[in-house]
């Protein structure tokens, strides 16, 4: 049973499937154009089709890739030696759900001129940083993303939802849930490993038009794997959108006073098939580790994880947003939550359905571990790239278990009687210019064993500070109308 076309058809799990597999499903399944897909230095996917002239030709695209002009699509690529070639990766393989001429698509990885992995691309980057995570740890850096987005439609009227109350509704008073479950089906059919979809809180009406906020979420798997899936999926829900009519955003904020938006990043480390993050029913110290490091970098994550000046709109106190460098258990006012696991011991499918023998099943695999601030406007593989430095660096840290000790809270940390705890926190930045600081002031973690490079680095920094928006939090305030504005700037994000 497999979603995927591609994968279905040849009885072969994705990672096995060579050329010989992609040439035989072309040719059983009269798919008669080929895409390449690749994610450009904005963050979003780009395209480049083939005609299948005859097996030949279909051959040689498939071996040698084709030519791209990479100073289009990376800031750090030189014009004068800007030629690279992108070449196919045949696992990642599926049918587009979208063209009317049968066509099958693939993600690519970059090479230069030398033959060799581009080494500031995105997904190399972030294999460099899952590569450096297993060095040191032993262990595979996993990932998955909430991601989450508004629909937006004409208001008829009809069944109007609670303002800011749509968690988990269902029609007619969620509008949205049909053009969900598509999108669901479609991001399935491309390779990715959904856990589930349901309506969020934000909902409201404006200039006559309902903002409907929906949620996908997908199960762990390898890091690299996680930023396809998200990337792929993004591209799914923008198309479907334009297809029915509605309009979507991932943008971090809509207006003020209303849900924003997240892309908060669940993470577990395996081990030989298990699930490292849990110890005797515990948070092993593992995990302690891994978030130690998050909280060490914090400040800079949010240079590749809040990337344009609304973001900043979203990380405000009161918006279960976080604002200060924290952690806690079932917590959603910190920066890095562990959800609710299956550590109870009893057997709750037994206690649900009592004519269902009782029997033990290992809970483990669920376990992970949230990092709440990043959002739409995230460049996907540069975050968890530096999502997987950062947990690697918590275990090159000699102090990180007291680093988690001191950060650990067990409280609401924006009420009023936990002022005095707030204030020993550390706090996120405030804009796109204080998080450029702060990842160059931690640049070095990310630039050490080759990871990110230098030119990337400057890069993003470059562009963060191009938003020259230190003070534009305070200047705006409230004010709906320049907030409404900022959105529309911003609207079609990451």
């Known amino acids: 049973m497999n979603a995927n076309r591609v994968v279905a058809f040849l009885q072969k799990p994705a990672e096995e499937l060579n050329k010989d597999d992609i040439m035989r499903f072309i040719s059983e399944n009269d798919i008669q154009m080929v895409n390449f897909m690749y994610p450009g230095g904005d963050g979003k996917l780009k395209t480049l089709n083939f005609v299948i002239n005859d097996a030949a030709y279909l051959d040689t695209i498939l071996t040698c890739g084709e030519r791209v002009d990479g100073s289009s699509l990376f800031s750090f690529v030189e014009a004068g030696s800007s030629d690279l070639y992108v070449i196919p990766r045949y696992a990642t393989a599926f049918v587009d759900p979208f063209a009317e001429i049968p066509t099958l698509c693939m993600l690519c990885s970059f090479f230069d001129k030398e033959g060799a992995l581009l080494e500031s691309a995105p997904e190399q980057t972030l294999a460099k940083a899952c590569r450096a995570f297993t060095r040191v740890t032993g262990m595979e850096f996993h990932a998955m993303g909430e991601l989450e ?50 309506s969020e809180v934000g ?188 947990c690697r660096c918590g275990f090159e840290m000699p102090d990180a278990l007291k680093m988690a000790e001191r950060t650990y809270v067990n409280v609401n940390i924006h009420d009023e009687s936990n002022k005095e705890r707030l204030a020993q926190l550390a706090q996120l930045p405030d804009s796109c210019v204080a998080s450029a600081d702060c990842l160059e002031q931690q640049r070095t973690y990310y630039e050490r064993d080759g990871v990110f490079s230098p030119a990337m680095i400057d890069s993003i920094i470059s562009q963060l500070r191009s938003y020259n928006d230190g003070n534009l939090r305070a200047e705006i305030g409230q004010d709906k109308d320049a907030i409404l504005r900022l959105v529309h700037t911003y609207f079609h994000c990451g």
């Open 149 to 198: 987005y508004y629909v937006i439609f004409d208001d008829n009227g009809r069944f109007p939802a609670i303002d800011q109350h749509g968690y988990h509704e269902s029609a007619p008073y969620a509008k949205a849930n049909e053009f969900r479950a598509k999108c669901m089906l479609y991001i399935a059919q491309t390779g990715g490993q959904i856990k589930y979809g349901h």
């Open 203 to 390: 909902n409201f009406v404006l200039d006559r038009k309902v903002y409907e906020q929906n949620e996908i979420e997908f199960l762990p798997v390898k890091a690299e794997q996680a930023a396809d899936q998200l990337m792929l999926a993004k591209w799914v829900i923008r198309n479907l959108a334009y297809r029915m009519g509605l309009d979507v955003t991932f943008a971090p904020k809509i207006t003020a006073g209303k849900a924003g938006s997240g892309l908060h990043i669940h993470m577990r480390m395996m081990r030989d098939g298990r699930n490292c993050m849990v110890e005797d029913g515990q948070l092993s110290d593992a995990a302690r580790h891994m978030i130690a490091g998050m909280m060490l970098l914090a400040p800079s994550i949010t240079a590749f994880g809040n990337k344009n000046p609304m973001s900043y709109f979203r990380l405000v106190p009161h918006q279960e947003a976080p604002t200060n460098v924290c952690w806690g258990d079932r917590n959603r006012s910190v920066l890095v939550r562990v959800p609710l696991g299956w550590n109870s011991g009893v057997d709750l499918c037994h206690a649900a359905n009592p004519k269902q023998p009782s029997c033990d099943v290992d809970t483990t695999m669920k376990q992970t571990v949230e990092m709440r601030s990043p959002d739409g406007s995230a460049d996907l593989y540069q975050l968890i790239a530096g999502l997987c430095v950062a």
